[in-house]
């Protein structure tokens, strides 16, 4: 299958070589010339323009976006659009707002599918979980490219119409928050308690047969490898926020109690609202964390954040 990629950074460059790999034609755009470059040394054809990028693809277009959400989606959906008719599919795998996604859908003569993408930069060796919404012919015309991008055939499924996919994926990043607050807490008593303990031999323990053993819990283990048991420079700032803030909205738009995801959040807020580094444990794992899975910048005591 021919794919046309834009978005060429940490997530859409795997997109790429996922499908290079599986066999795929792949046609890149990025607004940086160097990440176009860089795609054509993988081995894309590189487009300067979504225009040649448009023009490039054969008859039935196959695109995927992976850039950031909001503004930049709407404008190469826009730009893109003149080139596309009701045969074409665009996909979106980025952590768009679902309701994005359903006017998307509307406004679009093309097919649209919404596609929740976890994973994340760390998942590229194994590939993708996708979490897909939309016509149901498209998501069946693409399932080669979702084979490549994701682990296999059951690493992604049709959620539903337009929005699901993204839907269930903004709940899902809600669980994450929850989760790593949780792996944080737990952290932080070991870390405060009575013993003077080896963090990295406990996630270590756990990760090995244990009831709570997980990928964060591993990506903990990492860090605790990498930072030390005290997370040494690894700063109280916990970044991002979009995605756990949608799920808390939603929850309380459908009277769904979700106070977990919600003092997660909370915690984020807190952890750039202080002032100044109080340097509470669970939010710096939580902060270490969201390098380990998305390659988020870590912030350090010292930055100016
Ligand atoms: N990093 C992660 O862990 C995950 C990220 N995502 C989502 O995937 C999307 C991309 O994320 P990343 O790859 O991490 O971001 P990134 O910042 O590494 O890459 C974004 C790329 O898009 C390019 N870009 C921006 N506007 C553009 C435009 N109008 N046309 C063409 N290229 C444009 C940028 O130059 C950059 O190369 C975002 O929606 C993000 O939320 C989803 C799952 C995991
Ligand atoms: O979707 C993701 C992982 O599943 C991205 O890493 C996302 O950036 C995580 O959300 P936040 O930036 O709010 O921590």
């Not at 599986?22 to 225009?51: C, N, Q, S, Y």
């Not at 498209?138 to 839907?167: E, I, K, N, Q, S």
């Not at 997660?264 to 380990?292: I, K, Q, V």
Request: hydrophobic letters at 40%.
């Amino acid at each position: 299958m021919e794919l046309g990629v834009v978005g060429l950074g940490r997530m859409g460059r795997i997109v790429v070589d996922r499908c290079l790999d599986a066999g795929h034609d792949v046609v890149a755009f990025d607004i940086d010339a160097t990440a176009r470059e860089d795609a054509a040394d993988a081995g894309a054809t590189p487009a300067d323009t979504l225009d040649a990028l448009a023009a490039e693809l054969g008859a039935e277009k196959r695109i995927w976006l992976m850039v950031p959400a909001g503004d930049p989606v709407d404008a190469a959906l826009d730009e893109l659009a003149p080139h596309l008719d009701s045969d074409d599919v665009v996909v979106d795998g980025g952590n768009s707002h679902f309701e994005d996604s359903t006017r998307r859908a509307e406004e679009h003569d093309f097919a649209y599918l919404d596609c929740g993408t976890s994973g994340g930069p760390a998942g590229a060796e194994l590939g993708f979980s996708l979490m897909v919404g939309g016509p149901e012919w498209a998501y069946d015309d693409l399932v080669p490219v979702f084979d490549a991008v994701a682990t296999g055939p059951d690493g992604h499924d049709r959620m539903g119409p337009a929005g699901a996919g993204h839907y269930v994926k903004m709940v899902h990043n809600g669980v994450e928050y929850a989760l790593m607050q949780t792996y944080g807490e737990g952290f932080e008593l070991l870390h405060e308690g009575r013993y003077d303990l080896d963090l990295e031999a406990v996630a270590r323990t756990w990760n090995n047969g244990a009831v709570i053993r997980s990928w964060l819990l591993e990506l903990c283990e990492e860090a605790f490898r990498e930072e030390g048991s005290d997370l040494g420079t690894v700063a109280d700032h916990v970044a991002g926020g979009s995605t756990g803030t949608w799920t808390v909205q939603e929850a309380l738009e459908q009277e769904v109690p979700v106070p977990l995801v919600s003092q997660a959040l909370s915690e984020r807020f807190g952890s750039r609202s202080t002032g100044g580094d109080t340097g509470r444990f669970a939010r710096r794992l939580a902060n270490r964390l969201r390098y380990g899975f998305g390659r988020h910048e870590v912030a350090r005591t010292g930055d100016d954040a």
